[in-house]
């Protein structure tokens, strides 16, 4: 099933990263205020994709689908913007793992429902970024499993984290369908997206 719709990124939903804020303070009449509308903020937005391939290279499945950032991802990213102290050693998000738990993630959630414990979390230690388009950025994360260490598990979630092992979890989501691999040279590249810009 191919989904390329990429999703909206708003303040009524939560696509993955969501941090909205609204600092303008107007200096004109020597007090402090904030005029500016919620409308006017800045926006952060995620999603991911999934593409699993076989062996011979033909895409089998590819989805783009949304994310939730739970309590603790919202704390984590609080403290690396602000300096604020909610979250606990808290690093770079670069690693990706997989699941095969199939319950729909919550604002509690620390981690996977059911991490895999033979498919490690993989790394992607430089992360690319889109700086074409004015008051846009897009970062994109993006890692491969392969069947050579993940075959013999039928896979159902994803989240996004800061070490290859606990840490903390910023975003997490279900895939729309379960994915398995087969052979050793099957792939599964999941992709994180990370939009910035200005509303």
């Not at 107007?26 to 926006?43: E, H, Q, R």
């Not at 991802?73 to 990706?96: K, P, R």
């Not at 992607?124 to 970062?139: H, I, K, Q, Y």
Request: negative net charge.
């Amino acid at each position: 099933m191919l989904n390329s719709t990429k999703p909206l990124v708003g303040i009524s939903s939560i696509l993955a990263v969501l941090l909205v804020v609204s600092i303008a303070p107007n200096f004109d009449s020597g007090i402090l205020t904030n005029d500016v509308p919620v409308s006017d903020s800045y926006i952060t937005g995620g999603y991911f994709t999934a593409t699993l391939e076989n062996w011979k290279g033909e895409v089998l499945y590819e989805e783009t689908f949304d994310n939730l950032v739970p309590n603790e991802g919202l704390e984590c990213i609080s403290d690396h913007v602000f300096g604020t102290t909610e979250c606990v050693g808290e690093a770079t998000f670069n690693y990706i793992g997989i699941g095969t738990g199939v319950i729909t993630p919550v604002d509690s959630d620390t981690a996977l429902g059911a991490e895999s414990g033979t498919c490690a979390r993989v790394q992607d230690a430089t992360p690319s970024m889109n700086t074409v388009t004015d008051g846009e950025r897009l970062s994109t994360f993006q890692v491969v499993f392969t069947g050579a260490n993940c075959i013999g598990e039928v896979y159902g979630e994803v989240g996004l984290f800061d070490q290859s092992t606990v840490g903390n979890m910023v975003a997490t989501a279900l895939l729309p369908n379960t994915v398995q691999l087969f052979n050793a040279s099957d792939t599964l590249t999941v992709t994180y997206n990370i939009e910035n810009r200005n509303n």
